[in-house]
């Protein structure tokens, strides 16, 4: 397969403006804003915080969210998200928790440095 050829600054510049067009027309959608990550993710830690304690069933919650998010694509393509790869992401860093807490466990130990659990599963967060 061939690799495809970079477009010139001219040929980028001419679809931008077919975009633009098609969306004043009313065939494309508009762009969509760009979102403010810092700020969307404060939220939702504010939120997270103060839920609803009276509820019991919060992790079957969170699982079928994170069902959910791993099954986002990209557009119309077969390609996993990065959301989707941050939610897989979350759940391998999960599962290596409980590992390093059975290890510690198993060595007859009940404390533990947190940088030594962050050690253990870093190479997961680095990927």
């Known amino acids: 397969m061939a690799k495809k050829k ?3 600054n001219r040929e980028k510049k001419d679809r931008a403006e077919f ?8 065939i494309l959608p508009p762009d969509k804003p760009k979102m403010n990550r810092k700020k969307f993710i404060e939220e939702a830690r504010e939120e997270w915080n103060g839920r ?3 509820c019991y069933i919060w992790e079957e919650y969170l699982m079928v969210a994170m069902s959910y998010m791993l099954m986002q694509r990209e557009g119309m393509s077969s390609r996993a998200s990065l959301e989707a790869v941050g939610v ?5 860093v999960a599962i290596r928790l409980r590992e390093f ?3 510690v466990r ?12 962050y050690n253990y599963i870093k190479d997961i967060l680095d990927a």
């Open 88 to 92: 897989a992401k979350v759940l391998k």
């Open 101 to 103: 807490s059975k290890m």
């Open 6 to 8: 970079k477009l010139t």
């Open 52 to 54: 609803d304690n009276e």
């Open 106 to 117: 198993e060595k007859g130990e009940n404390e533990y440095k947190l940088t030594d659990q």
């Open 19 to 26: 975009k633009k067009q098609m969306q004043e027309k009313g």
